[in-house]
């Protein structure tokens, strides 16, 4: 299984980014894919989660209006496009794959990408 992130960068308060993973070797039509993030002394906290085969979505509190989770089932790659960012949404972002258990919990994802880099000014 191999989960490549990539997309991240600096932009300033209020602009957008799309990040993008590209998943091999998954059971894509039995599987969810999630993003996470975690900024420095944070624990790794759960962003959105997408069902490869369903569609349906599910996305953080913190996040819900301002992300958006999709995925490209040719391609076998799930993007977050991440608009109106914050300095708060500062942090390394990592694709996972599902597992089992919570969607929203990091212990229930068994295969995790190397994480790319989102830094928001202000």
């Known amino acids: 299984v191999q989960l490549q992130a990539s997309g991240g960068g600096l932009v300033q308060a209020g602009g957008s980014l799309r990040l993008s993973c590209a998943a091999s070797?998954?059971?894509?039509?039995?599987?969810?894919m999630g993003w996470f993030r975690q900024a420095p002394g944070k624990e790794r906290e759960f962003v959105a989660a997408?069902?490869?085969?369903?569609?349906?979505?599910y996305y953080a509190g913190s996040v819900k209006g301002r992300f958006t989770i999709s995925r490209d089932n040719a391609k076998n790659t799930v993007y977050l496009q991440m608009n109106s960012l914050k300095p708060e949404d500062t942090a390394v972002y990592y694709c996972?794959?599902?597992?089992?258990?919570?969607?929203?919990?990091?212990?229930?994802?068994?295969?995790w990408g190397q994480g790319t880099q989102v830094t928001v000014s202000s």
């Open positions: 996972a794959g599902y597992y089992s258990g919570s969607y929203y919990s990091p212990d229930s994802y068994g295969y």
């Open positions: 070797g998954l059971t894509f039509s039995r599987n969810v």
């Open positions: 997408i069902s490869w085969s369903s569609g349906n979505t």
